[in-house]
Every structure is written in structure tokens, then in C-alpha cells.
């Protein structure tokens, strides 16, 4: 806003300025998207979370559990947790990208829409290939 000049009572003839700007705080409009777009990525890195610990159990409990319970129960159980996984990470994709393209004519700062379908669908594909994976090993 504006400067004041405060001389220094007993200093030499040095005089100090201070700044006495305002900030403007944010509206409230603003901080609500932002706390929206925020929602919508840690909603998004949770299904990622929930997809990774399917995979991860699904490779451990194969790998594991082998010679604990049978083979055919542990396929099983594997690949559902598997294909689980696969589920989470396009899940994930899809409501990001729903609710992104509901705010996509609000001049926001977000993930774009395309990093999140190429980060779920590389996380897909591992999935995917851990199944093959495990289903080749199985039946060989």
C-alpha cells in the first residue's frame, strides 16, 4: 500500500523504511476448489494404494503360501487379487478423470487428465504382466 518513513530518534540521520503492504487473502470461492482438487487426488492416489496392495498381496500369497495350501486354491486367489488391482487402477482413471472434466472450464492447477490415465494404465499393464506371470509359472 503505502510506505512510512520512521526516523531513528538518536541514530545518526539514517532513516528506516518500513512496508506496511496488505496481502489479500483468497477468496473463499478459491479455496474451496482447491480443497476439491485436492479431494480429487488423494481419491486418486487411494485407489492406487488399494491397487498396489492387491497386486502385492496377490504375488506374495503365491509366492508364500506354496506348499502351505493347494496350488489350484492359491491361482485362485492370486488372480482375483490380481485382476482386483487392475480394477482399482482404471477405477482410479475413471473418477479422476470425471470429476477433472466437471472443473475443467475453472482456472484451477491440477494433475492433467492424461498423466493420470497413463500412470493407471502402466500400473494395469504390470498388473498384468505379474498375472501372466504367475499363471505361466503355475502351469508349467
Not at 35 to 40: E, G, K, P, Q, Y
Not at 52 to 75: C, E, N, R
Not at 80 to 93: N, P
Not at 119 to 133: E, H
Amino acid at each position: 500500500m503505502g510506505d512510512v518513513l520512521v526516523s531513528g530518534g538518536g541514530q545518526s540521520q539514517q532513516e528506516n523504511k518500513v512496508s506496511t503492504s496488505v496481502v489479500a487473502a483468497p477468496d473463499r470461492n478459491t479455496l474451496a476448489l482447491d480443497r476439491t482438487v485436492l479431494a480429487n487426488e488423494r481419491t486418486y492416489q487411494a485407489w492406487l494404494r488399494t491397487g498396489l496392495a492387491a497386486m502385492a498381496t496377490g504375488l506374495g500369497a503365491a509366492k508364500f503360501l506354496q506348499g502351505v495350501m493347494p496350488s489350484w486354491v492359491l491361482v485362485v486367489v492370486s488372480t482375483v487379487l490380481m485382476v482386483f488391482s487392475m480394477v482399482a487402477y482404471l477405477q482410479a482413471s475413471w473418477r479422476y478423470s470425471h470429476l477433472h472434466l466437471r472443473m475443467a472450464h475453472l482456472d484451477i492447477d491440477a494433475m492433467s487428465v492424461l498423466m493420470a490415465r497413463i500412470i493407471s494404465y502402466i500400473l494395469t499393464g504390470c498388473s498384468l504382466l505379474a498375472l501372466g506371470g504367475l499363471l505361466i509359472t503355475v502351469w508349467l
